[in-house]
C-alpha cells in the first residue's frame, strides 16, 4: 500500500484530510498531514515532512499531495522526492485525494495518474452537465 500525505495551508490539509475522513467513515492507514502555517521556519516545515513521510510509508512508497508548485513547502518537499519511491503531486482537490486513497494498491505511476484524473475530472461546469433546467437571468 502506498501512504499519503496531504502538504498544504494548516486549513487546507486539515480540511481536506477531515472530509476524507468523514466520506470514507474512518481515518484510513497511511494518510499523513503536514498542516503548514507559513510562519514557521523552513527547517521545521522540513522536520514536519520528514515525519510525515515516515508515518505514512508502509513499505509500498509515498505520494505527496500538495496544494501548491513553488511555494517553501513544497520546495522542501521536492527535496526529499525519489523516483518511483517518493512522488509529489500538485493541486491537491477532495476528489484527487479520495481517487488516490481508493486506488493506493495500484503501483506508483498508476497512482498518480488515477490521482490527477481525480482531480482535474473534480472540476466541474456545472451548468455543462445538464442539471440545470432554467437558463440564467430568467
Known amino acids: 500500500m502506498i501512504g499519503i500525505v496531504v502538504l498544504a495551508e494548516k486549513e ?3 480540511g481536506l484530510v477531515g472530509a ?12 499523513e498531514t503536514v498542516a503548514v502555517d507559513y510562519a514557521s521556519p523552513p527547517e521545521d516545515i522540513a522536520g514536519a515532512i520528514g515525519r510525515a513521510l515516515k508515518a505514512a510509508d508502509y513499505g509500498g512508497g509515498v505520494l505527496l499531495l500538495v496544494d501548491i ?16 519511491r517518493i512522488e509529489l503531486v500538485t493541486g491537491v482537490n477532495l476528489p484527487m485525494l479520495l481517487k488516490a486513497l481508493n486506488y493506493r494498491h ?4 498508476d497512482l498518480i495518474d488515477k490521482a490527477l484524473s481525480g482531480g482535474s475530472g473534480g472540476i466541474v461546469v456545472a451548468a455543462n452537465t445538464g442539471t440545470f433546467k432554467k437558463e440564467a437571468g430568467a
Do not use: F, I, K, Q
Open 69 to 84: 508548485y513553488g511555494a517553501t513547502h513544497t520546495n522542501l518537499a521536492c527535496r526529499v522526492l525519489e523516483r518511483g
Open 20 to 31: 476524507a475522513v468523514r466520506t470514507l467513515g474512518s481515518h484510513p492507514p497511511g494518510l
Open 12 to 14: 487546507l490539509a486539515a
Open 106 to 109: 495500484l503501483p506508483m505511476d
